[in-house]
């Protein structure tokens, strides 16, 4: 299969002028992840949900400065990005995509984008329906943190090992997931495009091995409760792969908690699936 079966044309563009507000508008009303930027008709960058959401950051100086409406694609957008023909290869894409971490690459033909190629296109593959390997196999482990974490700490957190994150109950319960959709689209609960800022109690040790008690923080940004998702989709460690991307194609997601006897075990992402088909 080549990169003009699996693509999606035509594709949705925004360009460099406009402010992050559309290109996020865009994203949210059709459901994608990124956008090609096109100037003058030419290819310029591209700007990803992951552009945006970990820049929701509350120190981070471009959303203090001035609100989402204000901030054009420009800024955020990484610009020249990789591109493929539309004969490229599926295990070529697949491994442009692992060696650059990244989600989607335009298919550029005669100097126009003609299309774009993501791994949610990759999953519909011939290639994704032959992988005989057990989830287990590929498996990663999982980063998980309270319920009560600060949206700063857990942006921090997310950018720095690029990864989803798993949200449990203060019994060890699983409560949540934290995706990059997760980040990017948060804001729309908000009207005013602000970040937003709340006063939380939690349950906290006074000291080492004491006695808990309720303490209140005051002011701290948005926590992980008020923009997980949930329920959390689960899979085994000893189910096919086919298995779990024929639930992440159900589902609508890139992720899979695995679980075993109400334990947590890891975690089973869309990338991978990826890795395996570009071996």
Do not use: C
Not at 68 to 95: F, K, N, Q, Y
Not at 230 to 235: A, D, E, G, M
Not at 236 to 257: C, G, Q, Y
């Amino acid at each position: 299969m080549k990169a003009a079966d699996v693509m999606t044309s035509p594709v949705f563009v925004v360009g460099p002028a406009e402010n992050v507000a559309r290109a996020r508008n865009l994203m949210l009303k059709h459901r994608i992840s990124r956008l090609p930027v096109i100037d003058n008709g030419k290819l310029v960058g591209i700007i990803t949900k992951k552009d945006i959401g970990y820049r929701l950051r509350q120190t981070e100086p471009v959303w203090r400065r001035r609100p989402i409406d204000h901030i054009p694609v420009s800024v955020l957008m990484t610009p020249d990005p990789a591109t493929v023909a539309p004969s490229a290869g599926i295990r070529e894409i697949s491994s442009l995509m692992v060696g650059n971490d990244i989600s989607g690459v335009p298919v550029v033909e005669n100097g126009e984008v003609a299309g774009i190629v993501t791994k949610s296109d990759l999953m519909r593959s011939a290639l994704i329906g032959k992988l005989t390997t057990r989830v287990e196999d590929v498996m990663e482990d999982v980063i998980t943190i309270s319920r009560y974490h600060s949206l700063t700490h857990i942006i921090d957190l997310m950018r720095e090992r690029n990864d989803t994150v798993v949200v449990i109950n203060n019994d060890g319960t699983l409560a949540g997931i934290i995706t990059q959709s997760n980040l990017a689209f948060f804001l729309y609960v908000n009207e005013k495009m602000e970040l937003p800022v709340k006063d939380i109690t939690m349950l906290r040790k006074e000291v080492h091995g004491g006695r808990k008690s309720f303490r209140y923080v005051v002011e701290t940004a948005a926590i992980a409760e008020d923009f997980m998702s949930r329920p959390v989709i689960t899979i085994t460690p000893d189910a096919r792969l086919s298995e779990a991307v024929d639930l992440m194609r159900e589902k609508h997601i890139n992720s899979l908690v695995v679980m075993q006897d109400d334990d947590i075990r890891g975690i089973i992402k869309r990338d991978d699936i990826i890795r395996e088909v570009a071996k």
